[in-house]
């Protein structure tokens, strides 16, 4: 298997732009999380879906970022309109969550905003 | 949420075993003890996990308290690649596609030549 992939791997944008990073996970994974890390904040977990649901939102800063999974293999986070404080690495990993079982994660999105 | 307690830092010399400590003296009794660790520039890899016993891979060797409230990672033999932030974290399973995994700060593991 691939791993979890994530698309793009560096992004550099402008403020007020919106922003789309794209995540496949492991196939036959049935749990998904988006993750972002800062130098300040450390490892911050966005949300998380399980078999497609999101279940916890509530680490979603506000109501700029949106993810979705519209299917088991593919899920976006966006965020709308971006701001210079969103810059950050971006983390998706996947797993087959029933009981403690391991995360994978993707390379990373690096994300800046200017 | 569980809390957990890990040195910012720790050094060892190349091929040396390192132990890597962990407090975790809030973790529930279903809670699993997962163990990350993240190179620079890459996303984090699992190294292991367990629930009561101590637990061996090829990676490393996981010790657990026999209260649970501490564990302790080991590797076996330091290499230059092992240079990582090592996060220890509690993972909480409620049902129903619910849980907790956050992580900490980590122990920022230097290895010296």
């Known amino acids: 298997d691939a791993g979890v992939i994530q698309s793009p791997r560096h992004e550099v944008t402008e403020m007020g732009q919106e922003v789309t990073l794209r995540c496949k996970p492991i196939?036959?994974?049935?749990?998904l999380f988006w993750y972002r890390q800062t130098m300040m904040r450390g490892l911050e977990l966005l949300i998380y879906?399980?078999?497609?649901?999101?279940?916890?939102d509530s680490g979603m800063p506000e109501d700029r970022f949106s993810a979705k999974m519209p299917n088991a293999s593919f899920s976006t986070l966006k965020i709308q309109p971006s701001e210079p404080r969103d810059s950050a690495v971006y983390f998706c990993?996947?797993?087959?969550?029933?009981?403690?079982?391991?995360?994978?994660f993707g390379s990373g999105t690096q994300l800046s905003v200017l | 949420d569980a809390k957990t307690t890990q040195p910012n830092s720790m050094e060892s010399n190349e091929e040396e075993p390192v132990h890597l400590p962990c407090n975790h003296s809030?973790?529930?009794?279903?809670?699993?003890i997962h163990w990350y660790r993240q190179l620079p520039s890459q996303g984090p890899e699992y190294v292991i996990h367990?629930?009561?016993s101590n637990v061996n891979n090829r990676m490393a060797s996981l010790a657990i308290a026999e209260d649970r409230k501490s564990s302790t990672l080991i590797l076996h033999r330091a290499t230059l690649r092992d240079a990582a932030v090592y996060y220890c974290?509690?993972?909480?399973?409620?049902?129903?596609?619910?849980?907790?995994?956050?992580f900490g700060k980590g122990t920022k593991l230097s290895v010296i030549p």
């Open positions: 974290i509690p993972f909480s399973y409620s049902g129903a596609g619910s849980y907790q995994l956050t």
């Open positions: 879906f399980n078999n497609n649901v999101p279940i916890d």
């Open positions: 809030t973790i529930s009794g279903t809670d699993y």
């Open positions: 990993a996947s797993s087959f969550i029933g009981r403690g079982e391991k995360l994978f």
């Open positions: 196939s036959g994974h049935n749990s």
């Open positions: 367990g629930l009561t």
